[in-house]
């Protein structure tokens, strides 16, 4: 079974800096994806980011991006330029690829993330 | 932008009363998962849907859950005898068949309380 770990229960970060949320797992899959979802209070997900497990190169979104560490199983989240908005939990997801259905995401213990002016 | 919804979003029922949560998915998915998360704690998988049938479950869905595809649209989840332990968040998920990115798209979630 996989596990996904996130160490750091809570974060704080002053407006326009840069945070760096960590998660490593735990697979003995060679194939999958990686996640980071975001849950503002309102405790909708938002998919942010997501990363192939194929690809080397890591995955950037506008002010996201991640560290993708595959041999360290590690897959860390930058937010740059921090903004009021990304006050949230952050999630970070495993999925195992399987062809034909299923795909399940198993989810860390999340980080809560407070940006402050 | 397609989205996926869920209503109720907020079920207050009582401990022992069978309830359904429904779930819209977005229109050309064919990938159907629901999520809990009680609150505090991490989001766990439920169950998932593919042609008509589970393709997976967890052993949170014991006989008391159930899901279903009633019509071309909607993706049920009916808990026969809510427990306190059921007061959680609950969420829909679906994704494309195709397209490679393995993203799921999550509902706004029902919010459930057992009293």
């Known amino acids: 079974a996989q596990t996904v770990t996130q160490s750091q229960p809570e974060m704080s970060v002053q407006e326009a800096e840069t945070v760096t949320l960590s998660c490593t797992y735990d697979?003995?899959?060679?194939?999958?994806?990686l996640f980071w979802y975001k849950q503002p209070p309102s405790r909708q997900m938002i998919l942010v980011i997501r990363?192939?497990?194929?690809?080397?190169q890591n995955a950037t979104e506008n002010r996201f991006s991640v560290n993708f560490q595959k041999a360290a199983k590690s897959f860390s989240l930058k937010i740059s330029d921090s903004q009021l908005g990304d006050t949230a939990m952050y999630f970070c997801?495993?999925?195992?690829?399987?062809?034909?259905?299923?795909?399940?995401?198993?989810f860390g213990t999340g980080t809560q993330l407070k940006v402050e002016l | 932008e397609p989205e996926v919804t869920q209503t109720p979003s907020h079920q207050v029922t009582q401990m022992g009363q069978e309830v359904i949560l429904r779930c819209v998915p977005i229109s050309n998915h064919l990938y159907f998962y629901w999520y809990r998360q009680i609150l505090g704690q991490k989001v766990e998988f439920l169950v998932s849907f593919y042609n008509n049938e589970i393709s997976e479950k967890s052993e949170i869905f014991d006989d008391q859950f159930s899901v279903e595809r009633p019509d071309g649209s909607n993706f049920t989840l009916k808990i026969r005898s809510t427990k306190l332990e059921d007061s959680a968040m609950y969420f829909c998920?679906?994704?494309?068949?195709?397209?490679?990115?393995?993203?799921?798209?999550f509902g706004p979630g029902t919010r459930l309380t057992v009293t």
């Open positions: 697979t003995s899959e060679s194939n999958y994806y």
């Open positions: 990363q192939e497990a194929y690809k080397q």
């Open positions: 998920a679906s994704r494309p068949t195709s397209g490679g990115s393995y993203e799921q798209y």
């Open positions: 997801a495993f999925m195992k690829y399987r062809a034909g259905g299923g795909n399940k995401l198993t």
